[in-house]
């Protein structure tokens, strides 16, 4: 298929062949920034600790209103090479399918909000701003991709009203779903510090397994809420229990364990982290264990409360594919969970059953549809 400036199929195909694997930019922001300058948006790189991200505007500053998209071009590696039917940086285009990593999750997404927007401000230039900020950072640890764009933002004095980010929404149907939400992630790691000794003399010994899984035993005795109006309950799962210890007959000394809690607004991070050093404290005056821990929060769970917002992107969802679209907090985290600072953030994208998978593709009519969907989404809030 010929390439195009606005044809998101033949972009989409384009991206995947850049090799943008996390950290590596592969070309792609590279591509991006070239085909949005010649279409006459203002590009800049807000590139940090080696990590590249692409800024995009079009129209005036200081605009009364401006719509953002947010996505990323980095991809998670492709694993077994051989295992792939096609090659996974190939972006061929077989029976209606377009082939490769980062087709779904979301270079297809970048690649039609791009093309909705050049022929947007081309066909009917916006009163206000349109912006795109586009990262190389979201599969990797997040830091230095879309909050680098965001502090770019700021330190010009640049801001978006409102935000839709492209990635996958939707579990089988193109339009079934709009993220409104995400929950919060958090990850800790407890270790627990014992004394080693022969496990036939117990008494000689302090075991920290003993400790450990009591611990767990009571972080999961009890649900931690039973879900919110927009959310479902909260989840900790324990996701590791480890101790190195190859020999049968001895208390080891040392005992590690990982959980991970996914969290509705019920919760904040600093709420379950004070939770979880309580009951750590608990175990380890009532073992003589010394219990100690490592906390990281990757994301607060947030909403976008339903509104005009809400409805007005629903609205283009349905009049393009016929479905009124379920509103979910579901899933994992994405980057709105660092828009939502900054403005009312949304998420609406594809299908994204093949997402991180080996043999990644998406239907190409997939690609045009969500084109159209934006474009909607375009007219109608610039209307």
Request: proline share 5%; charged share 20%; glycine share 10%.
């Amino acid at each position: 298929m010929p390439m195009t400036a606005t044809d998101p199929v033949a972009l989409t195909a384009a991206l995947v062949r850049c090799p943008s694997v996390t950290p590596a930019e592969g070309g792609a922001l590279v591509l991006l920034e070239n085909l949005l300058s010649v279409a006459g948006f203002e590009c800049s790189r807000a590139d940090r600790n080696g990590i590249c991200n692409l800024y995009a505007r079009w129209g005036k500053r200081g605009a009364n209103r401006s719509f953002g998209f947010n996505g990323h071009t980095d991809v998670v590696p492709v694993g077994d090479a051989a295992a792939w039917t096609r090659d996974p940086f190939g972006g061929e285009i077989v029976d209606g399918w377009l082939w490769g990593r980062g087709a779904t999750d979301m270079k297809s997404g970048v690649a039609a909000f791009v093309a909705a927007a050049i022929d947007f401000v081309h066909t009917t230039p916006p009163d206000g701003a349109l912006i795109l900020t586009i990262t190389g950072d979201e599969e990797g640890a997040g830091r230095d991709g879309t909050r680098a764009l965001l502090d770019h933002m700021a330190a010009a004095g640049e801001s978006m009203s409102v935000c839709l980010v492209g990635e996958p929404t939707c579990p089988e149907t193109l339009g079934e779903m709009i993220k409104i939400g995400r929950r919060g992630s958090l990850s800790c790691w407890f270790t627990a510090e014992g004394v080693q000794g022969h496990a036939a003399y117990p008494q000689r010994a302090k075991n920290p397994l003993h400790a450990l899984v009591t611990l767990l035993a009571r972080l999961t005795a009890e649900p931690l809420d039973t879900g919110t109006a927009h959310f479902d309950a909260s989840s900790l799962q324990i996701t590791t229990i480890d101790c190195g210890n190859p020999a049968s007959n001895v208390i080891p000394a040392r005992a590690g364990a990982t959980v991970n809690i996914r969290f509705n607004d019920a919760h904040t991070g600093a709420g379950l982290s004070g939770w979880l050093a309580t009951q750590a404290a608990r175990i380890e005056a009532e073992s003589g264990v010394r219990i100690g821990l490592r906390i990281d929060i990757a994301g607060e769970s947030f909403l976008t409360a339903p509104g005009d917002f809400v409805a007005m992107v629903r609205h283009a969802v349905e009049a393009e594919t016929g479905l009124a679209p379920v509103l979910s907090t579901s899933g994992g985290t994405s980057d709105a969970r660092f828009v939502k600072d900054h403005c009312p953030v949304l998420e609406f994208g594809l299908v994204g059953k093949t997402m991180h998978q080996v043999d990644e593709r998406v239907e190409v009519a997939q690609i045009v549809a969500l084109k159209r969907i934006y474009s909607r989404i375009l007219a109608d809030y610039f209307a």
